[in-house]
């Protein structure tokens, strides 16, 4: 089992920059890619949105609306991933959570950090 815990959501405002964090603890062995993706508040049956991934090697993948905004890295040796997001807008609010891969195909997820931007 993998448990991941998100940190560093919180309110900002609309122009503003956060950084959040995923800490991936347990049997970690065979993690490959991580990711974030995001869910608007109140809205628990809507899917997921990717925002960016990552892979072992480092290798990054973004959505279209996040480039250039946000920016995805990882520390393996800590088995921590970040998120560090610039230029925040009002509809960058949503619940951000943690997803790792493991072995290719092994789904975990964490719980999810709140972020607000307030207009």
């Known amino acids: 089992q993998v448990q991941l815990v998100e940190s560093g959501g919180g309110l900002v405002q609309a122009g503003g920059s956060l950084r959040i964090s995923c800490a991936a603890s347990?049997?970690?062995?065979?993690?490959?890619?991580m990711g974030w993706y995001r869910q608007a508040p109140g809205t628990p049956g809507s899917q997921r949105e990717l925002?960016?991934?990552?892979?072992?090697?480092?290798?990054?993948n973004y959505a279209d609306s996040m480039k250039g905004r946000f920016t995805i890295s990882r520390d393996n040796a800590k088995n921590t991933m970040y998120l560090q997001m610039n230029s925040l807008k009002p509809e960058d609010t949503a619940i951000y959570f943690c997803?790792?891969?493991?072995?290719?195909?092994?789904?975990?997820w964490g719980k999810g950090t709140l972020v607000t931007v307030s207009s």
């Open positions: 347990g049997n970690t062995f065979g993690i490959t890619t």
């Open positions: 997803n790792v891969v493991k072995y290719g195909s092994i789904n975990y």
């Open positions: 925002v960016a991934t990552i892979t072992s090697a480092g290798t990054t």
